[in-house]
Each structure stands twice: as C-alpha cells, then as structure tokens.
C-alpha cells in the first residue's frame, strides 16, 4: 500500500497510449460500493474474493495490451499470482515502510491501515507480502525519494531494457 501502483500505472499506461485498469476501482464498480463498506459487510475474505473474480475476469477478456494497478494483497492467493505470472509483465513497486507510511496517512480508505499501529502493520504485511512479489515480479523498480514521473519513467526504461533482452536471447 502507498507504493505508488495506482500512480505510476496510470502514468504508464498514458506514456504507452494504453488502457488503464485500477482492480481497486473494477472490484469497487462490480461492487456499486466502495472498499471500506465491502471489509465492513463481507470481511477480508468476501474482499479476496471479489479480487480473484476481477482480475480473472480481466485476464480472460483482455487482449494483453493494458496497463494494470493491482491492490497490495494481490499476491496473496496463489491462484492470482498464478494469473499474473501467466498472463502478465509483472513490475514490483519497492517501497521502504517509511515511505509507505507517508505516503497513506493522508487516506483512511484502506481498511487494513485503520488499526492503532499502521506503522506495525505495514511492517507485518512486508514480511509476508515482500517475497511473495518478488516471486511473480518480472523486474523490481525502487520507488523512495523519486517523483512519481521518475519511477515511471524508469519502470518505462526497465520494460524496454527487458523486452529487448528477451528478443535478443529468442
Ligand atoms: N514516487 C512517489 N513519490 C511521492 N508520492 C507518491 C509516489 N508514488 C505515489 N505517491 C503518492 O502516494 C499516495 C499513494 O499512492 P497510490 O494510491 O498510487 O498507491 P498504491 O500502491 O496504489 O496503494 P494501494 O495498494 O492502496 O492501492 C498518493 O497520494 C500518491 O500521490
Ligand atoms: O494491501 C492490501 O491488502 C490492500 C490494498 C488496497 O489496494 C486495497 O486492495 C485493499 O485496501 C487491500
Ligand atoms: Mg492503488
């Protein structure tokens, strides 16, 4: 959370001249409501549902040329980081709890943040979450003390670097 997915996606997706999905966004339209009211009603459970379910959907109808921002807790069901691997160019926004903390203070529409101790939380997500991304990641881009422009901008570089990579190896 706070890395930036929403933010440097879309950057991307208008660099690239293609379609901008947020699953956050596509869950919340699905839904006609909003997060926060979805953890509220159905739990994290019903949430990771509604999130397989969108990304599935978005994987099967797709034609492979857009640019998606997944929440945080996506790689938390193997059978959506199965998706991902198959399906996608997987980009890892690192950023350090810090600035994660930073960067959602301003926000109380992430449910999971609104405990007494985000920082502690950040932290505990990290240490579950952090090899689970750097499993499906194709490359891992540093976000900390960059604007947003510039991560995009190397996230834009890194793909042409990769992409190029794999057309020579081929
Ligand atoms: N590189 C950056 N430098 C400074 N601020 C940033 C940077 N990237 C994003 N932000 C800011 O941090 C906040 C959170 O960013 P954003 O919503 O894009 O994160 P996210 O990874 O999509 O989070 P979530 O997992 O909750 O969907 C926004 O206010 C955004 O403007
Ligand atoms: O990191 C998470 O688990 C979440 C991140 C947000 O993008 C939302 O998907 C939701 O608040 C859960
Ligand atoms: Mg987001």
Redesign the pocket.
């Known amino acids: ?9 879309r950057l991307i997706s208008q660099s690239l001249g293609k379609d901008f999905y ?1 699953l ?1 966004k596509v869950i919340e339209d699905n839904a006609g409501a909003d997060i926060p009211w979805i953890f509220e009603r159905e739990g994290e459970d019903g949430f990771r549902k509604r999130e397989t379910q969108a990304l599935a959907s978005i994987a099967q109808s797709d034609t492979g040329d857009s640019v998606l ?5 996506i790689v938390m069901r193997e059978e959506n980081r199965e998706i991902l691997r198959d399906n996608a160019l997987v980009v890892y ?1 690192y ?1 350090s709890i810090a ?1 994660q903390l ?3 203070s ?2 109380t ?2 449910p999971l943040l609104q405990t007494g101790d985000p920082k502690a939380t950040l932290k505990k997500l990290f240490e579950v979450r952090d090899p689970l991304y750097r499993d499906v990641a194709t490359l891992i881009i540093e ?6 422009r ?2 995009a901008n190397k996230v834009l570089d890194a793909i042409k670097r990769h992409l190029k990579e794999e057309t020579t190896v081929s």
Do not use: C, E
């Not at 890395?3 to 440097?8: D, H, L, M, Q, R």
């Not at 921002?69 to 807790?73: F, W």
């Open positions: 959370m706070g890395a930036g997915k929403t933010t440097i996606g947020d956050d921002a997944t929440g945080g807790g926004l950023a600035q930073y960067r959602t301003k926000s529409h992430r976000t900390d003390a960059r604007h947003p510039s991560v």
